[in-house]
């Protein structure tokens, strides 16, 4: 028998949270006509009451104490969009103990505690939701949940930081460099006044630790994914890579390599002409390969209040709808019932194979070009395209070499090389080719 009311206890009002109850408000006709039930927020939970709020909450609703909503009975799903670890996790936790139904948006609380969560879900056999946590409004975990499930997913490739993108889309449109573009984008809001989470890939690989789950049906060790950042990418990089016809985009990128998979984040070059390139700003996209439906893309905002909030209320209506029919854990929460759940066996850095951009700094003086390309060599690694940037011999000048398929490890031991020779004035900076983003 359907309930007539699924009462929701709130936890965090800030830009997400605000989000979510706008939408509640203004759509409460067209969800209970939706979800055969009203949705109804009955208790708010945030640090301080007296704070000025865009919007207007019954003060009554309002408590600095999150134990009012684990111990009401009444309330049966915990939507948690305060954000950090530690606390969330411990919310999470009594949550789920509770018998409640437990909805996040916070990456970082299920990439690194997510296993524990998920398990402690099974056991109260109680859902949990976080399709905010990846892709703001995109619907990419539901999609590889249950649009894909007839699929093996051979590859994934996301751009997931909308931060990143502006940055790399700034720079290519209006050739600024790297620290213009990221004080640009402060000012508007798009990246932090610590940027590090988002620059340096960790948030990245929070999501992508998440979609690895969902599209393997595994548990990951987030240690174990490969990091970089986009510090190092320089203006003449990125016009480079549109010389050779690529553009620069920071990438979480999944692939299954026979038992194992290649799980990293870092800056790649992927084909002008594909459809990752043509993602710009502050949007967010995913292209998935499935080896029977083939390359999909799913593609819209990132983050902010709007399309993160739509992503959480789309998943309590989900859960609503299964409270209100009096049924829970129809679908588990990476896809795969829990005792089929193995540990990711992630492929080693080192053994990825790919062209490779590399871009040297050297006095130019003769017979540099020939002494790169020699310590190249030494490592079979060999060169597709030159380009070197013309200045007064004796200068420093840039020397660009664009590599076939290369093992990763023996790039890494050929620039160590060449780094050392005379005449090599900085390190030599690397960037992947992802020749198959089409």
Same mark, same amino acid.
């Given at each position: 028998?359907?309930?007539?009311?699924?009462?929701?206890?709130?936890?965090?009002?800030?830009?997400?949270?605000?989000?979510?109850?706008?939408?509640?408000?203004?759509?409460?006709?067209?969800?209970?006509?939706?979800?055969?039930?009203?949705?109804?927020?009955?208790?708010?939970?945030?640090?301080?009451?007296?704070?000025?709020?865009?919007?207007?909450?019954?003060?009554?609703?309002?408590?600095?104490?999150?134990?009012?909503?684990?111990?009401?009975?009444?309330?049966?799903?915990?939507?948690?969009?305060?954000?950090?670890?530690?606390?969330?996790?411990?919310?999470?936790?009594?949550?789920?103990?509770?018998?409640?139904?437990?909805?996040?948006?916070?990456?970082?609380?299920? !990439?690194? &505690? %997510?296993?524990?969560?998920?398990?402690?879900?099974? @056991? $109260? /056999?109680?859902?949990?939701?976080? =399709? *905010?946590?990846?892709?703001?409004?995109?619907?990419?975990?539901?999609?590889?949940?249950?649009?894909?499930?007839?699929?093996?997913?051979?590859?994934?490739?996301?751009?997931?930081?909308?931060?990143?993108?502006?940055?790399?889309?700034?720079? !290519?449109? &209006? %050739?600024?460099?790297?620290?213009?573009?990221?004080? @640009? $984008? /402060?000012?508007?809001?798009?990246? =932090? *006044?610590?940027?590090?989470?988002?620059?340096?890939?960790?948030?990245?690989?929070?999501?992508?630790?998440?979609?690895?789950?969902?599209?393997?049906?595994?548990?990951?060790?987030?240690?174990?994914?490969?990091?970089?950042?986009?510090?190092?990418?320089?203006?003449?990089?990125?016009?480079?890579?549109?010389?050779?016809?690529?553009?620069?985009?920071?990438?979480?990128? *999944?692939?299954?390599?026979?038992?194992?998979?290649?799980?990293?984040?870092?800056?790649?070059?992927?084909?002008?002409?594909?459809?990752?390139?043509?993602?710009?700003?502050?949007?967010?996209?995913?292209?998935?390969?499935?080896?029977?439906?083939?390359?999909?893309?799913?593609?819209?905002?990132?983050?902010?209040?709007?399309?993160?909030?739509?992503?959480?209320?789309?998943?309590?209506?989900?859960?609503?709808?299964?409270?209100?029919?009096?049924?829970?854990?129809?679908?588990?929460?990476?896809?795969?019932?829990?005792?089929?759940?193995?540990?990711?066996?992630?492929?080693?850095?080192?053994?990825?194979?790919?062209?490779?951009?590399?871009?040297?700094?050297?006095?130019?003086?003769?017979?540099?070009?020939?002494?790169?390309?020699?310590?190249?060599?030494?490592?079979?690694?060999?060169?597709?395209?030159?380009?070197?940037?013309?200045?007064?011999?004796?200068?420093?000048?840039?020397?660009?070499?664009?590599?076939?398929?290369?093992?990763?490890?023996?790039?890494?031991?050929?620039?160590?090389?060449?780094?050392?020779?005379?005449?090599?004035?900085?390190?030599?900076?690397?960037?992947?080719?992802?020749?198959?983003?089409?």
């Amino acid at each position: 028998m359907k309930s007539a009311k699924v009462k929701i206890g709130l936890i965090g009002l800030g830009t997400v949270g605000s989000g979510v109850w706008e939408i509640l408000r203004r759509h409460r006709d067209l969800l209970r006509r939706r979800v055969g039930a009203e949705l109804q927020i009955a208790r708010v939970a945030v640090k301080s009451k007296a704070k000025l709020r865009r919007i207007k909450v019954p003060s009554r609703l309002l408590t600095q104490n999150v134990e009012e909503i684990l111990q009401d009975p009444e309330i049966r799903i915990v939507v948690e969009v305060m954000g950090g670890v530690k606390d969330a996790k411990r919310i999470a936790l009594r949550t789920i103990a509770a018998g409640k139904h437990f909805i996040t948006a916070n990456k970082a609380l299920l !990439a690194m &505690h %997510g296993r524990e969560i998920f398990e402690a879900a099974r @056991r $109260a /056999q109680v859902d949990i939701c976080f =399709e *905010a946590a990846v892709g703001g409004g995109i619907p990419i975990l539901r999609a590889l949940r249950e649009g894909f499930v007839a699929n093996e997913i051979r590859s994934l490739h996301g751009i997931v930081n909308g931060t990143c993108n502006y940055i790399l889309s700034e720079m !290519a449109q &209006h %050739g600024a460099d790297f620290g213009q573009t990221l004080k @640009r $984008a /402060q000012q508007l809001g798009y990246a =932090e *006044a610590n940027p590090s989470f988002d620059i340096d890939g960790i948030d990245a690989a929070h999501k992508l630790a998440i979609l690895v789950s969902i599209a393997y049906g595994v548990y990951v060790d987030l240690r174990k994914i490969y990091v970089e950042g986009i510090r190092g990418i320089t203006a003449f990089d990125i016009d480079c890579a549109r010389r050779f016809g690529y553009a620069v985009k920071l990438l979480a990128i *999944a692939k299954l390599q026979g038992s194992e998979i290649q799980a990293r984040v870092h800056p790649a070059m992927v084909p002008g002409q594909s459809m990752l390139a043509a993602v710009q700003g502050v949007h967010n996209a995913i292209l998935i390969d499935g080896d029977f439906v083939g390359e999909g893309l799913l593609y819209g905002k990132g983050a902010g209040s709007g399309a993160t909030a739509s992503a959480v209320v789309g998943d309590i209506v989900e859960v609503a709808r299964n409270v209100s029919s009096g049924i829970a854990y129809t679908v588990p929460p990476l896809g795969v019932y829990a005792e089929k759940i193995a540990q990711a066996r992630i492929q080693p850095m080192a053994l990825l194979k790919s062209p490779y951009y590399l871009r040297f700094q050297a006095i130019d003086r003769p017979g540099i070009l020939a002494k790169i390309a020699s310590h190249l060599s030494r490592f079979a690694i060999s060169i597709s395209s030159v380009y070197q940037h013309v200045q007064k011999e004796g200068k420093e000048v840039p020397i660009v070499v664009l590599t076939h398929e290369a093992l990763e490890k023996d790039i890494k031991k050929a620039m160590a090389m060449i780094d050392r020779l005379p005449g090599i004035r900085r390190k030599t900076v690397s960037i992947r080719i992802e020749e198959e983003c089409r």
